[in-house]
């Protein structure tokens, strides 16, 4: 059974893929590139999308971490000075 595409999905391929040919004539039309180049070029050019695309997930796991290491702290701080408070009393009595 053929898996339908999901609808942003399917929409955002086309865009993508008429985007690639735009680019592909400029290159040919107004800056006079070969066809290897322009191959190359587009290459690079995926390559530099695909790495921000993991910079942006890598950015995200990093502040996924960073939240749950600030609740960490915190709740060890509250722990902590909970901790203190107690020590300080028996100090008193």
């Known amino acids: 059974m ?3 595409p999901e609808p942003g ?3 955002i391929r086309i865009r993508t893929d008429e985007l690639d040919e735009r680019c592909r004539q400029r290159l040919n ?3 006079g590139m070969d066809e290897e180049s322009i191959e190359i070029i587009m ?3 995926d390559q530099v999308i695909a ?3 993991r910079l942006r997930e890598l ?3 990093l502040g996924t971490y960073q939240a ?4 960490r702290l915190i709740k060890f701080r509250q722990v902590f000075y ?3 408070w107690e020590d300080l009393e028996e100090t008193k009595e």
């Open 2 to 4: 053929k898996k339908e």
């Open 9 to 11: 999905m399917h929409f």
């Open 29 to 31: 039309e107004e800056l």
């Open 43 to 45: 290459n690079l050019r």
């Open 51 to 53: 790495l921000q695309a």
């Open 59 to 61: 950015e995200s796991m």
């Open 68 to 71: 749950g290491y600030n609740s």
């Open 82 to 84: 909970e901790a203190e």
